[in-house]
């Protein structure tokens, strides 16, 4: 199994950037589909961002497209969450996760689960 680590948030006003990472141990990305999925208070957790380790593809959910870039490194088998343009509305917990089956965007298809990371933006 793969134990995932997120780390990277923190406040930031809004209009600012922040750059999210997530390091996985115990098996190699190159297994898995990462991706990046958020909760905000009150709310249901909601796919951001995921990509295809070999190959690279990305998909984002519409609220953050032109926002945010999901990448990730080989060599650091990490992969990061850029954050650009924040906004209050961007406020939530992060977790970094990881699915067995490619390019989806549901969290009950992600297998593997980070502990979660805080972002805050204020207006």
């Known amino acids: 199994q793969v134990q995932l680590v997120e780390s990277g948030g923190g406040l930031v006003q809004a209009g600012g950037s922040l750059r999210l990472s997530c390091a996985a141990s115990?098996?190699?990305?190159?297994?898995?589909?990462p991706g990046w999925f958020r909760q905000a208070p009150g709310k249901e957790r909601e796919f951001v961002a995921g990509?295809?380790?070999?190959?690279?593809?990305?998909y984002y959910a519409d609220s953050v497209l032109g926002r945010f870039t999901i990448s990730r490194d080989n060599a650091k088998n990490t992969v990061y969450l850029q954050m650009n343009s924040l906004k209050p509305e961007d406020t939530a917990v992060y977790y970094c996760?990881?699915?067995?089956?490619?390019?989806?965007?549901?969290?009950?298809?992600?297998?593997?689960w980070g502990q979660g990371t805080k972002v805050t933006v204020s207006s």
């Open positions: 996760a990881a699915a067995v089956k490619p390019t989806t965007r549901r969290p009950d298809e992600y297998d593997y």
């Open positions: 990509i295809s380790w070999r190959g690279g593809s990305t």
């Open positions: 115990g098996r190699p990305f190159s297994v898995y589909t």
